[in-house]
């Protein structure tokens, strides 16, 4: 079994930083593609970056230029650095990956979530 666990969250104010971190444990051969979304209260669950097991990058319009995804494969670690926080940043934000737990078995799997909160 996988698990993913999402730390790093809280109650910043507008401006400011965080750094989100999803470590993964468990069976893990390999981790493919991972992502980060985030879900507002009364909202979708949107995506708001990915990243490719080679590192290749990608973001949602409104996150681009301030938020910066990474990953550490030998920690099976993965990260989410946002700076010029903004209030409609808010969210629960969860890490999601496709694992492959033993050779050519590859599953998706989704983290608890973390709380963001941005004051304004």
């Known amino acids: 079994q996988v698990q993913l666990v999402e730390s790093g969250g809280g109650l910043v104010q507008a401006g400011g930083s965080l750094r989100l971190s999803c470590v993964a444990s468990g069976t893990i051969f390999r981790i493919h593609d991972a992502a980060w979304y985030r879900q507002a209260p009364g909202k979708q669950r949107d995506l708001v970056a990915t990243?490719?097991?080679?590192?290749?990058?990608s973001y949602s319009d409104s996150v681009k230029g301030r938020f910066t995804v990474s990953r550490d494969n030998a920690k099976k670690t993965v990260y989410l650095q946002m700076n010029s926080l903004k209030p409609e940043d808010t969210a629960v934000y969860y890490c999601n990956a496709h694992v492959e737990s033993t050779p050519l078995r590859t599953s998706d799997y989704w983290g608890q979530g973390t709380q963001v909160t941005v004051s304004s």
């Open positions: 990243i490719t097991r080679v590192g290749s990058t």
